[in-house]
């Protein structure tokens, strides 16, 4: 069984920036494609970004392309999501996830086998 803990969660103001750490378990991470995806109180969880096993490959959702980045540290078991010029529409409970057997920057939630417990992110305005 794979754990994922996120950490790096805050309160920070429109503009600003945290950044997300997801550590996992296992002697396999480096076979994972890892996701972050959010979801904000009545609405539905989306996705936010994907990296390959290396991290070479990366994809966004477009309403955060060009202000978050995602990276990986295989050696560590962690993944980072760096979040700048944040906007109170980024306000939600960020989760990190792993494909186990990804091929491909699966953008369906479905597609991934384990989930943190998420952090809640909040940027006030």
């Known amino acids: 069984q794979v754990q994922l803990v996120e950490s790096g969660g805050g309160l920070v103001q429109a503009g600003g920036s945290l950044r997300l750490s997801c550590a996992a378990s296992?002697?396999?991470?480096?076979?994972?494609?890892m996701g972050w995806f959010r979801q904000a109180p009545g609405k539905e969880r989306e996705f936010v970004a994907v990296?390959?096993?290396?991290?070479?490959?990366?994809y966004y959702a477009e309403s955060v392309k060009g202000r978050f980045t995602i990276s990986r540290d295989n050696a560590k078991n962690t993944v980072y999501l760096q979040m700048n010029s944040l906007k109170p529409e980024d306000t939600a409970v960020y989760y990190c996830?792993?494909?186990?057997?990804?091929?491909?920057?699966?953008?369906?939630?479905?597609?991934?086998?384990?989930w943190g417990q998420g952090t809640q992110v909040t940027v006030s305005s």
């Open positions: 990296a390959s096993r290396s991290g070479g490959r990366t």
């Open positions: 996830a792993a494909d186990r057997y990804g091929s491909n920057l699966s953008l369906d939630g479905e597609a991934y086998d384990y």
């Open positions: 296992g002697r396999t991470f480096s076979s994972y494609y």
